[in-house]
């Protein structure tokens, strides 16, 4: 095992707490905006040439407070204002739901905020807290979007699992009726219950699968394949990889106590698609890890893929 491969799972941070401004005494939506530095509109304004002639069918999304240019759009494309985007969760804060981090990404393009719920969840002897991130976009690569995002409180990872009888986010493009569908981010949070009691299910089960040496070998192996043609610099990033997840997986402290099993083995993976540095750390890999929360882990599901049809 090596030096570098040693230290990854023992340096562990919250998937969302290099981003993003702490805002846990908001006591709404607007104002967990204000301390995060989002309290600012969009406004549209005609594309032009270079010499001065409207482009028909396009506008141009601007932060208003800088006139930062945030997206060219369609004229079909709606506005959300970041206040209208979040002001649906007020209404459940009464429940006990509190906001704690809330920030921008990409410049402003993309914002977000993220919301504790009040309910604690013992799944297989593990602490399991539910967490809703909330996603809105302005430059129009993307939709306003709700999703759970289960967090295990002893190690953090993420287990945010794409389940076949749960929903787990909801989206709407910037077109046609915001305001209803707005109403129907609402009613999708009446989905949260049900995603973690299909959770628990899915990680009972999980515990219940049984895992040889020789299948965990093959599950890691299958995920990150050695092609032909591949260079020698990529051969060492897969062998790499393959170790850091097989280390994860036998050696994780918080791991200690779960015998052999799929359960395990998912949170080896989640482990190291959570919280493993890049090969090659580029300034934006937090926000791209982040945005994984929201729209699904490729790698995590794929590792579910695999032990669900053992």
């Excluded at 280390?247 to 359960?263: F, I, M, S, W």
Aim: proline fraction near 3%; glycine fraction near 6%.
């Amino acid at each position: 095992m090596s030096a570098d491969v040693e230290t990854m799972f023992y340096t562990r941070e919250k998937p969302w707490h290099g981003l993003g401004t702490m805002v846990m005494e908001a006591p709404d939506s607007g104002e967990a905006l204000r301390m995060a530095g989002l309290d600012w509109r969009v406004i549209q304004k005609n594309l032009l040439t270079d010499d001065g002639f409207p482009v028909s069918g396009f506008k141009v999304n601007v932060r208003e407070t800088d006139n930062r240019v945030l997206g060219v759009v369609t004229d079909r494309y709606r506005v959300v204002q970041n206040e209208d985007a979040f002001a649906f969760t007020d209404e459940l804060l009464g429940e006990g739901v509190t906001y704690e981090t809330a920030g921008s990404l990409q410049s402003g393009r993309r914002t977000w905020m993220l919301a504790k719920l009040p309910q604690r969840y013992i799944i297989s002897g593990d602490e399991i807290t539910p967490y809703l991130v909330f996603m809105n976009s302005h430059d129009g690569s993307g939709s306003i979007k709700a999703a759970m995002t289960p967090i295990r409180v002893v190690c953090q990872n993420t287990l945010n699992l794409a389940l076949a009888t749960a929903k787990r986010s909801w989206s709407a493009n910037h077109v046609g009726d915001i305001s209803g569908k707005l109403q129907d981010a609402r009613e999708s949070l009446l989905y949260a219950e049900q995603y973690m009691s299909e959770l628990g299910r899915a990680i009972d089960e999980l515990n219940r699968r049984k895992l040889s040496d020789c299948q965990v070998l093959e599950y890691i192996d299958t995920m990150f394949p050695l092609l032909r043609g591949s260079t020698e610099q990529q051969r060492k990033n897969i062998l790499r990889m393959k170790e850091d997840i097989l280390t994860r997986y036998r050696e994780a402290p918080d791991l200690q106590h779960v015998g052999k099993n799929a359960y395990r083995f998912m949170n080896a993976v989640s482990d190291f698609a959570t919280h493993a540095k890049p090969l090659r750390e580029r300034s934006n890999y937090k926000e791209n890890l982040f945005s994984r929360t929201v729209d699904g882990n490729v790698l995590i599901d794929r590792a579910y893929e695999l032990v669900k049809a053992a």
